[in-house]
């Protein structure tokens, strides 16, 4: 029932994404650094938490709908440079979305999360914000950095 | 949520680490995936107590194997306080394959982190 319901998620995911103008994915940004950085860590065994597939979201606030505006995977380091553009970067509610079951799955475990959203709001958008995951397969932990 | 009923195999409880006090009378939702029609059904509405708890969160009946969600409205709560946070609210999701036995779904939060974990 987690894989169909994951499958079912992610076809979800994919069928957004094609009716969607203006997604970058994290490659095609040569912009420079983006106010938004993230970073997975995997406390589990003590790496970053590499190739784990994300997405960040804005929350159109007349309609309450989220609007994808990146997806990413994470390099080597568990990081995702260019996120997103300062222009981009508005006051707002955003969402960061961690693939954490397909991650767990690719290293052959399971996990008691198939997937994390972390929603968050923008104030003040000329600050930097770093919005770091610390996951093992029966926890996590975020916390707002800079 | 009745607090008549027998322990709930699902428990949850917050903790307000900013202040370092239970986070109480914050609001809550217990959440189940309808995995065919891909949407989330409400099971339990709630507040947690004075100890930030919240018994009576679903029966071992309705416990049935499936995708779940508990959503906190942890913006609320800390307006309540007087003050902002980063986040509007906390929802966790989590998968329950075996539902004999006990899950214990914490929530450590500050205005500007949470934490969570699988305990029993």
Known sequence: MTLKSARMSTSRLQHIKDHLLDEYTCAEMAAPYSPLTTHVLNTGMGVPGAHMALSLHRMDP??????????????DDGRCPGLITRETFTPAVYKMRFETGQYWGSLGETSFYPYVEIVF?????????HVPLLCSRFSYTTYRGS | MS????????TTYVLNTGDGAPGARMALSLHRLDSLLVIW???TVGTT????RCPGLITTKA???????MRFETGQYWESLGQNSFY????IVFTITNPNERFHLPLLLSRFSYSTYRGS
């Open chain 1, 62 to 75: 007349s309609t309450s709908l989220w609007n994808l505006l990146t997806t990413g995977t994470t390099n």
């Open chain 2, 49 to 52: 107590d004075e100890d930030g």
């Open chain 2, 3 to 10: 607090s008549t009923l027998p322990n709930s195999p699902l």
């Open chain 1, 121 to 129: 709001t923008i104030t003040d958008h000329s600050q930097k914000f």
């Open chain 2, 41 to 43: 059904n409400l099971v």
């Open chain 2, 88 to 91: 509007p609210y906390v929802e």
């Open chain 2, 63 to 69: 416990f049935t194997p499936g995708m779940y969600k």
